[in-house]
């Protein structure tokens, strides 16, 4: 299961006008300790930051799971809040816990469609609790390993 990672990069950005502006923009990386998920985002964003850049907050998310899009609109993140309803099967009482994922879509309705294309299949009672655009530039996922480390990782 993935741990996931929400970190902040401030830096100077060239905007459209030519004008430079500080700003600092959200990533989800996919890591095992917070002092990875600080090394992932700099070796990530290294390459199309000019300048000085720091990591200026990383914080542990609770995204249980993300729904992937691979449509050439999809460019947003939308945070899915839903709740899975179960029966106490002694006091016949109702419960409901909150799971959060995240759906890559390029619009609302995308996004709903995103998820319930992701729940398809499942047993599960659900309802959607919330659908919120997240100010997400980018995630990044744990890149497969090379060939080579696989090979020496066998042995």
């Known amino acids: ?52 850049f720091s990591v200026s907050a990383v914080k542990r998310t609770k995204i249980a799971e993300i729904f992937w899009n691979e449509a050439d609109d999809a ?39 995103g998820f319930m294309e992701g729940m398809k299949g499942t047993m599960a009672d659900f309802e959607i609790q919330s659908i919120t655009e997240t100010p997400l530039m980018d995630v990044y996922k744990v890149a497969p390993m090379a060939e080579g480390a696989k090979e020496a990782g066998k042995q």
């Open 75 to 113: 460019d947003r993140f939308y945070l899915v809040k839903v709740a899975f309803i179960t029966i106490d099967e002694k006091t016949g009482a109702e419960k409901k816990a909150s799971t959060l994922i995240l759906v890559q879509a390029g619009n609302f309705k995308s996004a709903l469609d």
């Open 1 to 52: 299961m993935a741990n996931w990672f929400e970190c902040k990069v401030r830096y100077d950005k060239t905007m459209e006008n030519g004008a430079v502006k500080k700003v600092n923009e959200p990533y989800l990386v996919d890591a095992l300790s917070f002092t990875e998920a600080e090394a992932r985002i700099t070796e990530e964003r290294r390459p199309y930051i000019s300048g000085e």
